[in-house]
């Protein structure tokens, strides 16, 4: 049960909006980011926890939104100021992961790179999904690209636990939502 809250429940909802978007008046709906990217520093005189927002599917109305937290979730991102004035912590990159959504008629929303320095020897844990598995997109449409996580330019799995001394730097890079509707003419850009 430990990941029952913040990741099966996203698969849950991906299976859910696809069950009931003929019956709300939708053709369907594409999966969003499918995870909430979370991830833990911290050692005897800190805790620093933050889920990160991905890219949300895209629908027959409109592209999928960028940077947020798709299916559930009521946490707000962590302005940059405030975590290093609160933390042993420096925030190196956060930005748009551009062209991480899927192609097609709507594109899927864009996922987030966000990179950390710690400053002291201090825990990592990563409880995050959608680093194999790709969003997929409908009626159509390109998947949005996996996640991906890095300790000093190095993959990491998307569940790990492990120490980290002053000066790593973890990278998240969220997944994007799937698009939908296909768009034969477009090619789809290279993974960044």
């Not at 995050?128 to 890095?150: C, F, K, M, S, W």
């Not at 973890?170 to 698009?179: N, S």
Request: aromatic share 6%; charged share 20%.
């Amino acid at each position: 049960v430990v990941a029952g809250n913040v990741e099966t429940s996203q698969r849950i909802a991906d299976v859910v909006f696809k069950a009931l978007a003929p019956v709300a008046g939708l053709r369907s709906i594409a999966q969003g980011q499918g995870t909430m990217n979370n991830c833990v520093l911290g050692n005897r005189h800190f805790t620093y926890y933050e889920t990160l927002g991905g890219g949300q599917g895209a629908s027959r109305q409109r592209p999928g939104l960028d940077g947020v937290h798709v299916g559930m979730s009521n946490t707000l991102n962590t302005p940059i100021e405030a975590l290093e004035l609160e933390y042993p912590l420096r925030v190196l990159r956060y930005e748009l992961r551009q062209d991480s959504g899927g192609h097609g008629q709507q594109r899927g929303g864009w996922g987030l790179i966000r990179s950390i320095q710690t400053l002291q020897d201090c825990t990592l844990s990563l409880l995050t999904d959608r680093r194999h598995y790709a969003p997929q997109g409908e009626q159509g449409g390109g998947p949005g690209q996996v996640g991906i996580n890095l300790l000093n330019g190095d993959p990491l799995p998307g569940k790990i636990s492990r120490s980290l001394k002053a000066g790593d730097v973890i990278t998240l890079y969220t997944p994007g939502g799937g698009a939908w509707g296909s768009n034969e003419d477009e090619q789809a850009p290279e993974p960044r």
